[in-house]
């Protein structure tokens, strides 16, 4: 009972004031600090924070079947990356047994490249994978909050900013995600293979 007293007047708490979004009572309002602000109902201003809370839930709902779609995508971009790694590999080693000593330093770094594209996109996944889990514990969070039948518990619940942080990120996964898909086409396997047979030829030659 204590927590639902004013602890000036020692009054039960009965309205909520929106410009200090506070919790108040009759003497807050009619003669305290708070006279004169707008001022609601406690079931009003809790309907009103519910109505915000179920809005702020649908965009997160949104923004994790965005995320879960993006690492579906990459999860297919990830298997094909890994077909073609060991085909990559196969033809350069049979290239680099004959320039190994002239093209020592080509080798690595083409090898490495193949490699590492499916380590970035892996990784990225992992990170998605994790903020996706954030967003479902803030969902459960919020749905808690929504599913509570005491005014008072739901507006004086502290942490419901970060709840209602919706965009946290989602330009830079956005751009990352994009740059993953595109991933590994600078490397120019085919036209340092051809590269390769030629100088091989001429060498032979």
């Known amino acids: 009972m204590e927590s639902r007293k004013c602890s000036v007047h020692n009054e039960i708490l009965e309205y909520y004031c929106t410009e200090d979004e506070t919790c108040i009572c009759v003497s807050c309002r009619l003669a305290g600090e708070h006279r004169g602000h707008q001022v609601e109902m406690l079931d009003e201003a809790s309907e009103k924070k519910k109505e915000t809370l179920r809005n702020v839930l649908q965009k997160l709902l949104t923004k994790r079947e965005e995320m879960e779609e993006r690492v579906q995508s990459l999860e297919e971009h990830r298997r094909k990356l890994e077909e073609e790694e060991a085909g990559d590999t196969e033809r350069f080693t049979a290239l680099f047994i004959d320039l190994r000593r002239r093209l020592d330093d080509l080798e690595k770094r083409v090898l490495q490249e193949i490699s590492e594209r499916t380590e970035r996109v892996s990784i990225f996944i992992q990170d998605l994978e994790i903020k996706k889990e ?72």
């Not at 969070?141 to 929504?146: A, G, Q």
């Not at 005491?150 to 942080?165: A, I, N």
Request: negative net charge; hydrophobic residues 25%; proline residues 1%.
């Open 134 to 205: 954030e967003l479902s514990r803030k969902m459960r969070d919020i749905e808690e909050l929504c599913n509570m039948t005491d005014p008072l518990t739901v507006l004086q619940e502290s942490d419901t900013g970060d709840l209602c942080d919706t965009e946290d990120g989602d330009n830079e996964d956005r751009k990352r995600h994009k740059e993953l898909l595109h991933d590994g086409r600078g490397l120019g396997v085919a036209g340092i293979s051809h590269t390769l047979h030629t100088l091989s030829d001429i060498i032979t030659g």
